[in-house]
Structure formats: C-alpha cells, structure tokens
C-alpha cells in the first residue's frame, strides 16, 4: 500500500546546528502534518501544511521551525538553530482531506548532542 | 478548545482476557473518531475510524462505537494477546484547525 517515506531514520547532530528532516508523502495527498514525540511520551502536534502554506502551528512549533514543500518535493521540517530539548522522534504523516487517517511515517529520531 | 482523554496506563493484562480502553472527548464540532496503534519503534498506523455518531468501526478484533450523547469512544477486544502489546491513540478529527487531534495515548501491556 501506500508509504509515508521519512529520511534519515535517525540524525546526530550538535547542538546549534542547522536541520532538515525529509518526508516523502503519499503522491494524492494534500494535507501535510509533523509530530513531536520525546522518548516515552505521548505525540504532540508541531503543525500542519495545506496548500502551500501553514494552516495551524502548536505552541511547540518554535520560532527556530519552519516547513515548506518546494514543487511537490518532500515536506520538510527545518530548525535553526538546534536545541537539546530538540532531541525527539519526528513523525511525519499525510492525507487526502482532512476527515481521512493520516498516514505516519515510520519516523526520525533525531539527537542533538 | 478540543481535548480527548484515554484510560491512563500503562494497562498490564494476561493473555485471553478482555481490554477496554475508555476514551472521552470534547469539540464543538461532529468530529470523525479514530484509534491508532504504535508498536515499539514504529509509527502510529490506523486501527479503524468512524465518520458519523452511533456506528461502530472494528478491526483486528478491537471495535468501538461512536457515541454522540455520551461523547465517547471506548475501545474493547474480548481477548487479547501478547501480539497487542503497544500505544493506542484515540484522536479526532478538528476541521476548523485541520488537524487530527490526539490523546496522550494508553500502553497496554500483555502477559503470557
């Protein structure tokens, strides 16, 4: 069936540096969402993406994130500058309307050090 | 605002016996009702979902139904197996913010 691709599995980096984590979303897919979840803990809602633009951002969406998807590419979530508390799985997840199940990812897992 | 509240786990059954997993939520809207489940290093993937109020969805063996008036959507299998070890999500659906709307998830534990 249809795959919700996110690349790399897992990034290391130090902390004050620049990310870009990499989703691949469902070719028909419109609705774009990321997912914060720290080890243990429950999945938080960063923000979603529609048509080109932010539709609703959490308060967790901080001003170092920013999203975009250039030409139909990848969904990408950017941070800059990286912080320890930075350190969490993401979850990328699509769909085709809003009432449709988001797909997930299998997530990134990234550490900042 | 939206919220949805689960059972708080972990829950820890033994094998063969019946799991229900109480989820309540509050929205101003007629939301569409959805269970995910995560297994340990994995995304979360749909169990099933149900668009419109007292219907039922099911799937693998766990069912729950949408109950408007009660604004509930407890989930139940009347046996379970070690295989169901995880996280189950209830979440909803929130059109005037276009997201899909989580609770903090159940981890239910089953013994041999």
């Known amino acids: 069936g249809p795959k919700v691709l996110q690349i790399p599995s897992h990034q290391i980096i130090d902390m004050g540096q620049m990310v870009t984590l990499n989703c691949d979303p469902v070719s028909n897919h419109l609705y774009f969402y990321w997912y914060k979840q720290i080890l243990g803990q429950q999945m938080e809602f960063l923000v979603n993406?529609?048509?080109?633009?932010?539709?609703?951002k959490s308060k967790l969406f901080k001003d170092q994130f920013s999203v975009e998807r250039p030409d139909g590419s990848y969904f990408t979530l950017k941070i800059q500058p990286t912080a320890l508390e930075d350190s969490a799985v993401y979850f990328c997840a699509s769909s085709r309307d809003i009432n449709q199940a988001p797909l997930f990812g299998e997530g990134t897992r990234l550490s900042v050090l | 605002g939206d919220s949805v509240t689960q059972t708080e786990g972990p829950v820890t059954l033994s094998e063969g016996t019946s799991l229900t997993v109480n989820c309540s939520y509050e929205?101003?809207?007629?939301?569409?009702l959805f269970w995910y489940v995560q297994y340990p290093g994995e995304g979360p993937q749909l169990l099933f979902k149900?668009?419109?109020?007292?219907e039922k969805g099911s799937s693998r063996g766990f069912e729950a139904t949408y109950n408007k008036e009660a604004t509930s959507f407890h989930l139940q299998k009347a046996s379970v197996q070690e295989s169901d070890s995880a996280v189950y999500y209830c979440?909803?659906?929130?059109?005037?913010?276009?997201?899909?709307?989580f609770g903090d998830g159940t981890q239910l534990v089953v013994k041999p």
């Open positions: 149900v668009p419109k109020a007292n």
């Open positions: 979440a909803l659906s929130d059109l005037d913010n276009n997201r899909i709307f």
């Open positions: 993406f529609y048509n080109g633009k932010v539709m609703e």
């Open positions: 929205t101003k809207q007629y939301p569409t």
